[in-house]
């Protein structure tokens, strides 16, 4: 399964080291201004090789649209986008070719499939979430444009958490930081884990403002549960919360409702979903990343040929996939909204009516 959403819906291809990775974004509503710059900055947010807290990989991860779009307008008509592969050392990977990788999917992958693409993961590798990314680009033009805001931040990395979330602090973090106070200790951490050959976890926010009432499609595809399914669909996320999540399980339910008053809710513990709908709050969710499974020591492993051995990785990774994973899941977010914005659309015999001037 390669594709994600009903009405706007999108399928990515491509390995790590193949040619290309790309998407098809199907269901964009004709006459969006697509911009590509716009594009290509959501894809720099999230492409490696940029500071000391990312792999050192430079994936230039530029961006070309190949169809979908007239002049700087959306046709109606799939939207397809490709991005060439143009740094991958596929003999970084040499060594572990019948391997496999500690806390990566190559056990499962070939026990599946019975195929070893050895170079980088192939399609387990998260490079594929470049074109997530990309096709969240095309999701948020259009929120855009019925004034929907998608925001993500890093809230902890390795047991240091934020108290507090300044989501325009993101903008300027090498981290995407969202609380300046704890900002330095963070990087701290990741650095003293990538010298010691190891790697750390971290937790993302995403933040969905100025929903209309009413997005969700119950009983079986509730925002929520979607918004779930987009965010652990994502590599090395281990769970989700939504709203205060966990922490509501031991509130009362006096501490954890949200009164509401004729103006709005006088709180915001359920995170803006109620009964799988949007319920017009900001829609907040807790995004629980692994720590990056590829690290530089010796582990216990097997090969292929089921032999164990002790072995210690070569290449290039992230210490921390948290940080460029917050991108990612404020793309899958957007991507879950804008299917949902359509969807929501034919939910009254009087708007299909009024959509048809009847
Ligand atoms: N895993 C690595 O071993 N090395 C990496 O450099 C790496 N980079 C990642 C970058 C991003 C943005 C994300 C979201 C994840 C990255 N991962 C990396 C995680 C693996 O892709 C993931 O752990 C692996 O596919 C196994 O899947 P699972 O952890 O979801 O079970």
Same mark, same amino acid.
């Given at each position: 399964?390669?594709?994600?959403?009903?009405?706007?819906?999108?399928?990515?291809?491509?390995?790590?080291?193949?040619?290309?990775?790309?998407?098809?974004?199907?269901?964009?509503?004709?006459?969006?201004?697509?911009?590509?710059?716009?594009?290509?900055?959501?894809?720099?947010?999230?492409?490696?090789?940029?500071?000391?807290?990312?792999?050192?990989?430079?994936?230039?991860?530029?961006?070309?649209?190949?169809?979908?779009?007239?002049?700087?307008?959306?046709?109606?008509?799939?939207?397809?986008?490709?991005?060439?592969?143009?740094?991958?050392?596929?003999?970084?990977?040499?060594?572990?070719?019948?391997?496999?990788?500690?806390?990566?999917?190559?056990?499962?992958?070939?026990?599946?499939?019975?195929?070893?693409?050895?170079?980088?993961?192939?399609?387990?590798?998260?490079?594929?979430?470049?074109?997530?990314?990309?096709?969240?680009?095309?999701?948020?033009?259009?929120?855009?444009?019925?004034?929907?805001?998608?925001?993500?931040?890093?809230?902890?990395?390795?047991?240091?958490?934020?108290?507090?979330?300044?989501?325009?602090?993101?903008?300027?973090? &090498?981290?995407?930081?969202?609380?300046?106070?704890? &900002?330095?200790?963070?990087?701290?951490?990741?650095?003293?884990?990538?010298?010691?050959?190891?790697?750390?976890?971290?937790?993302?926010?995403?933040?969905?403002?100025?929903?209309?009432?009413?997005?969700?499609?119950?009983?079986?595809?509730?925002?929520?549960?979607?918004?779930?399914?987009?965010?652990?669909?994502?590599?090395?996320?281990?769970?989700?919360?939504?709203?205060?999540?966990?922490?509501?399980?031991?509130?009362?339910?006096? &501490?954890?409702?949200?009164?509401?008053?004729?103006?709005?809710?006088?709180?915001?513990?359920?995170?803006?979903?109620?009964?799988?709908?949007?319920?017009?709050?900001?829609?907040?969710?807790?995004?629980?990343?692994?720590?990056?499974?590829?690290?530089?020591?010796?582990?216990?492993?097997?090969?292929?040929?089921?032999?164990?051995?002790?072995?210690?990785?070569?290449?290039?990774?992230?210490?921390?996939?948290?940080?460029?994973?917050?991108?990612?899941?404020?793309?899958?977010?957007?991507?879950?909204?804008?299917?949902?914005?359509?969807?929501?659309?034919?939910?009254?015999? &009087?708007?299909?009516?009024?959509?048809?001037?009847?």
């Amino acid at each position: 399964m390669n594709r994600f959403g009903i009405r706007f819906s999108f399928t990515t291809f491509g390995e790590s080291h193949g040619k290309a990775i790309g998407c098809v974004v199907d269901g964009v509503p004709a006459g969006l201004t697509i911009d590509e710059a716009y594009i290509q900055r959501e894809l720099d947010r999230r492409k490696p090789g940029q500071n000391a807290y990312a792999t050192a990989r430079k994936e230039e991860d530029t961006v070309e649209i190949l169809s979908g779009v007239f002049e700087g307008k959306s046709t109606g008509t799939p939207i397809a986008m490709v991005i060439y592969n143009t740094n991958q050392k596929s003999k970084d990977y040499s060594n572990i070719k019948d391997i496999f990788r500690p806390g990566h999917a190559d056990y499962t992958y070939w026990h599946k499939y019975g195929i070893r693409d050895y170079r980088g993961g192939g399609r387990s590798s998260a490079r594929e979430t470049a074109a997530r990314v990309a096709a969240g680009a095309i999701a948020k033009l259009m929120l855009r444009e019925v004034g929907i805001t998608v925001k993500s931040g890093i809230s902890e990395i390795a047991g240091i958490a934020a108290s507090s979330f300044d989501f325009d602090h993101v903008l300027t973090s &090498e981290i995407y930081a969202l609380d300046p106070s704890v &900002e330095q200790a963070q990087k701290d951490a990741i650095l003293l884990a990538k010298n010691d050959h190891d790697s750390v976890g971290g937790v993302a926010q995403v933040r969905i403002e100025n929903l209309p009432v009413g997005l969700g499609e119950p009983l079986y595809y509730k925002l929520d549960a979607v918004l779930a399914d987009a965010m652990m669909g994502i590599n090395a996320v281990k769970a989700v919360e939504i709203g205060d999540g966990l922490l509501g399980t031991r509130l009362h339910g006096s &501490e954890n409702n949200d009164p509401i008053r004729h103006s709005g809710f006088e709180s915001n513990h359920s995170g803006g979903i109620l009964g799988g709908i949007s319920n017009g709050d900001a829609v907040r969710l807790s995004v629980y990343f692994k720590p990056t499974p590829s690290i530089f020591r010796e582990q216990h492993t097997t090969t292929t040929e089921g032999e164990d051995v002790d072995f210690a990785l070569k290449g290039r990774h992230d210490p921390c996939v948290a940080i460029r994973g917050s991108v990612v899941c404020e793309a899958m977010a957007a991507l879950v909204v804008a299917d949902m914005l359509l969807l929501n659309m034919g939910r009254t015999i &009087e708007g299909v009516a009024r959509y048809y001037h009847v």
